[in-house]
């Protein structure tokens, strides 16, 4: 399921932490990223064991970044654009670990920014939550179309490719023998940088998935962005050329 959310609510609602939509509490130590165009900074931060955090991420790019947990890390999915600023309350959880979080532009470069906790042991992922952005969603509305996409390490094939616009289904298997891939929607902008419009996550090797997003005509992209360092791969698919252009009329 794509984790892109519009409404505060809903980008807290099933999550362990429940923090305010303002931001976070005064309380929380500020852990300042700044996003740029040429990777973010920093990429590791020490936590101590329960920490009560906020995760300030400025964007100082010239182009929309994107930040999320990954490899089991529960940090909602939130676009940060070019010159704005979002905070994300973070709870570390007890016990030691390192857990990951994936800052990066759609189809650019990706920095995966460490949160090490001091102690002994192990536990699960800690979660997050964000002040609401400005996001593509998913529609519950009927499709006007349905493409089906196969995921094939480093490739892309879809049964079509143009739709009208509106509300379009995709469904995204993952053919691959044992590589983790994902379907990643990105509208092509005018000044040549993506707009991811809406993805289906973290697919492992022989599951399928799908989504409905309403999409303006344009050009697009049907990609996996699964970065070095996430689920395990060793190469950005994206850069190794998992992707394909396709229309919508």
């Known amino acids: ?7 505060c609510a809903a980008l807290i609602a099933g999550s362990a932490l429940a923090a305010a939509c303002s931001g976070g509490s005064s309380s929380r130590r500020a852990i300042n990223i700044t996003q740029a165009d040429s990777g ?3 990429t590791s931060v ?3 064991p329960g920490e009560a955090v906020a995760l300030v991420v400025k964007n100082d790019g010239s182009k929309d970044h994107e930040i ?3 490899n089991g890390t529960r940090v909602d999915e939130v676009l940060v654009p070019a010159g704005r600023t979002r905070t994300i309350d973070y709870d570390a959880q007890s016990t030691a670990g390192t857990h990951e979080v994936k800052c990066y532009i759609p189809g650019g470069t990706t920095t995966i920014l460490k949160l090490n906790v001091a102690g002994a042991g192990a536990s699960p992922q800690a979660s997050g939550s964000a ?3 400005s996001v593509a969603s998913p529609t ?4 006007n179309a349905t493409v089906r996409v196969k995921l094939v390490s480093f490739t892309v094939t879809a049964d079509a490719t143009s739709v009208p616009a509106g509300p379009t289904r995709f469904i995204a298997t993952n053919a691959s023998p044992a590589d983790t891939h994902e379907l990643a929607v990105l509208r092509v902008k ?6 991811n419009k809406g993805e289906i996550e973290a ?3 022989g599951a399928s998935g799908e989504v409905t997003l309403d999409l303006p005509p344009g050009k697009y992209l049907l990609s996996c962005l699964i970065a070095a360092g996430e689920a395990g791969s060793k190469v950005d698919h994206f850069q190794a050329g998992m992707h394909i252009p396709f229309e919508v009329k």
């Not at 399921?1 to 409404?7: A, C, D, N, T, V």
């Not at 519950?140 to 499709?143: D, G, K, L, P, V």
């Open 1 to 7: 399921m794509p984790k892109f959310l519009p409404l």
């Open 140 to 143: 519950n509305t009927s499709a």
């Open 40 to 42: 973010c900074t920093p």
């Open 46 to 48: 020490d936590l101590s």
């Open 203 to 205: 697919l492992p090797a």
């Open 68 to 70: 999320e947990g990954i």
């Open 190 to 195: 005018a000044d040549g940088s993506y707009e």
């Open 131 to 133: 002040t609401p952005a």
